[in-house]
């Protein structure tokens, strides 16, 4: 699939991208990110793996459009971080400032 990333054309395929990501350490992943295999990867780390450009040279947007097209499950940080649900006795003792024992 031919797909723009920073203004230049990459040629990419999915077994191409597992590939090329292949051996490589997944970094702790705080916004966007493209799960590859069972590894959740940042979407700026795919695209600098991918396209061997500088991560400020891409938007992470460009990098999970192509990665979606590809078939790959991407995330945003709302979809990743799931909601945090208190019972109304944490919520009350947060209000009141003592926080209750985890």
Do not use: N, W
């Not at 097209?69 to 945003?76: A, I, P, S, V």
């Amino acid at each position: 699939m031919r797909c723009v990333i920073a203004r230049f054309p990459f040629d990419l395929t999915r077994s191409g991208v597992l590939e090329s990501m292949k051996g490589v350490k997944p970094e702790p992943v705080t916004g966007e990110s493209v799960i590859i295999g069972r590894r959740h990867y940042p979407a700026k780390q795919v695209g600098q793996v991918l396209t061997r450009q500088d991560r400020r040279d891409f938007s992470a947007a460009e990098v999970l459009r192509a990665m979606a097209r590809l078939g790959f499950t991407c995330r945003t940080p709302s979809e990743a971080a799931p909601a945090r649900v208190e019972s109304p006795l944490q919520r009350a003792s947060a209000l009141l400032g003592s926080p209750l024992p985890a």
